[in-house]
């Protein structure tokens, strides 16, 4: 994505103002406490995150309990069993 001729990365940036509609904004971004201003039809923003493990609420003590991540794991279909299978 780094090297894509209509993509632009704006990394550790912050989103000051956004104005405009579908497909015609103007954002304000802000890096280094300077303003740019960028014409553009889509914007994607990744603020980056970190798993979270709760000490609160009762995770980890009550098996009830569980993390967003765990409970999709859950009830997710096992992919190994569906790759092997065959529609007749």
């Known amino acids: ?3 894509h001729p209509r993509i632009t990365l ?3 940036s912050s989103l000051a103002a956004v104005e405009g509609s579908v497909g015609s904004f103007t954002s304000t971004i802000r890096n280094n406490g300077v303003d740019r201003q960028v014409a553009h039809g889509v914007a994607i923003v ?3 995150a970190t798993h979270y493990e709760p000490t609160e609420y009762l995770y980890g ?3 009830r309990v ?3 991540r765990q409970l999709e794991e859950w009830i997710a279909p096992d992919q190994s069993s ?3 299978s065959r529609s007749s």
């Open 1 to 3: 994505m780094t090297n």
């Open 10 to 12: 704006h990394l550790s």
């Open 46 to 48: 990744a603020t980056g």
């Open 61 to 63: 003590v009550h098996p």
């Open 66 to 68: 569980l993390t967003q």
């Open 82 to 84: 569906t790759n092997s």
